[in-house]
């Protein structure tokens, strides 16, 4: 099933929860809702279910408007951050009530709360109360008594968070594959970017209620549209060095405190094109700093921090009052206290305005 | 040692204020079986002082009578207290409607209103309804008084059921009122049944309205028959045999006292399920 957000604001008094966000979700997509916790994502999801009706705007379920349909005619599984299992009832029970409340035959019933048990692989919890069930188990009962009602639309709100690290892994393949395999429209919510980016064809990303950039993983990591998005997806996050431009000879340099930086090619036409902006902010990625010895590199930096990754080393570094990461390969030569020089990979570089946040050109 | 008088100080308070009730408790088990006492000494074994409940007592009715009026009267206003409160109180928990608040201000000042107050003008308007002298009427008086407490302990009960639950049973299928039956009644269970039981001591222990309301002999309650044992009834010289009193009175108790053996779990609840704004 199409679904379409059409500049939907939902307010709860004077909180805006939700501003004129709009969203075309393609039938069998995945797409996450991704942003910092209280942006408003719960409360989207919950107007596409209709729980809450919009303060303006329209959801269309493949082109029709349903504001005014009620929650039970949507036909949507929803599974929810706190799971919400009918504590009263067994696991059978919470997987068939969606059924049972549609009048299916008994049989009918059956033959889907098995076959969605198996899916699941909780076969051996049907008796079982929702209280006697781990955290990992309840969520796939959630998720399971979700899908057994063949729903046209998947609504998951940060269904992985009350996991266990090691949980987590597995159920985000497991989430995904699912998906793929039923083709079911899904929107997932969630606060964590590597959630998203693993499993979403789509990304939207959500800043205080108002919509930051929709895109696939790969365009926000490599064309954020704002510093918000730059700093949110990848991790570790960009760093973000704020200067003023001067022109020496040919180059251009952005010049802060105690550091300056001459920018590339690549970066020179956009900067021409805002000379008149006093200050500009160089966004660099922690995996696109380089380190070299003190004397070769264009900046230098101290070591103020060293931490293995394992597969790569996260190095704090210090310039004056301005703190850099860099993410570098092992094994790594220096230690707390080492000055050592930096160079930028020039192929990605990123300039951003500082006064609006947004993305003015990329190397 | 310290620990120990640490543990037992508590115990030794409790034990110290109980003793009188557990004393009065104590007169009554050893009266309702001897001829006579002193103090709490008995004079002898006998069942004697129980003739009471097969031959009728003086010119009145039967107290298997009253004992069923008892019950009725407190069965009948549990019902109607738990139908109205868990009604009543989940829209004060969950719909947003004007006057919300206003109302709920309204419910606690009505729990702390003196009914007595009202006596007068209840009767008048019992006896508009021509519900005076009725059980029904009797009561649906007393759900009247003690509806803003049923209401207040149950919407706490529903103030701790979470909205997730809730919503998930609406996308679910349920309508509003299914979601009420099916999933907000079972979860809120527990206080149901301490308001129930609750309830239902407090209407069995109820004197006074059935004492004002309910004047022919024929309704009684066992409160009201009790009270004509020892006030003495119309036309009867007063000769009062304390032995039957004891009798009648430990008839009476002994259902509340066993009634509370088995249900002081969930009377608990009503302090557990929490009382939130
Ligand atoms: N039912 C509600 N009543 C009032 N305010 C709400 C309600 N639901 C959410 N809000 C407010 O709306 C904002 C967004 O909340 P929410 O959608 O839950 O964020 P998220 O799910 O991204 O953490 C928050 O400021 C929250 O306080
Ligand atoms: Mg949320």
Known sequence: MRVSIERLTKRFGKVVAVQDLSLEIMDGEFVALLGPSGCGKTTVLLTVAGIYRPTHGWIRFDGKVVNDLPPRERNIGMVFQSYALYPHMTVYENIAFPLTLRRMPRAEIHRRVVAAAQLLQIEELLDRRPGQLSGGQQQRVALCRALAKEPDLLLLDEPLSNLDARLRLLARAEIKRLQKELGITTIFVTHDQVEAMTMADRIAVLNQGVLQQFDTPEALYTRPANLFVAEFIGSPPMNFLEGSLTVHGSALRLTGPEWHVTLPEGLKSWAEAVRDRDRLILGVRPEHVRLAPSEEGELRAEVYVIEPLGRDVLVNLRIGSLRLRALVPPPFPWKVGDIVGLHFDPAHLYLFDPHTGVLIGRS | ?277
């Open chain 2, 1 to 277: 040692m310290g620990n120990w008088i640490k543990k037992g100080t508590p115990y030794l308070i409790l034990a110290a204020l109980s003793l009188p009730l557990l004393l009065l408790y104590a007169w009554l088990f050893i009266g309702a079986f001897s001829p006579r006492t002193h103090g709490l000494i008995p004079e002898g074994f006998t069942l004697s002082n129980w003739s009471f409940l097969f031959t009728p007592w003086g010119n009145r009715p039967s107290i298997w009578v009253a004992a069923l009026n008892s019950t009725l009267l407190a069965g009948g206003y549990t019902v109607i207290l738990l139908l109205i409160s868990s009604t009543a109180a989940y829209a004060l928990s969950r719909l947003s409607f004007r006057g919300r608040r206003f109302f709920m201000m309204l419910v606690l000042v009505l729990h702390a209103f003196p009914s007595i107050t009202l006596l007068i003008a209840i009767f008048y308007v019992l006896r508009a309804l021509r519900l005076y002298d009725t059980l029904i009427g009797v009561a649906l008086v007393k759900t009247a008084l003690e509806l803003p407490l049923g209401v207040w302990v149950m919407k706490g009960f529903f103030d701790n059921v979470s909205w997730d639950i809730e919503m998930a049973a609406l996308i679910d299928g349920c309508s509003r009122l299914q979601a009420w039956r099916r999933v907000m009644i079972p979860m809120v269970r527990p206080g149901i049944a301490a308001l129930a039981v609750f309830a239902f001591v407090l209407g069995w222990n109820e004197f006074l309205l059935p004492y004002i309301y309910m004047p022919s002999a024929r309704n009684w309650t066992l409160s009201v028959f009790i009270r004509s044992v020892t006030a003495g009834g119309a036309g009867e010289i007063l000769f009062v045999n304390y032995g039957v009193i004891a009798a009648a009175g430990l008839f009476y108790v002994l259902p509340v006292l066993l009634f509370f053996l088995f249900t002081q779990r969930y009377l608990l609840q009503i302090y557990a399920g929490g009382v939130k704004g």
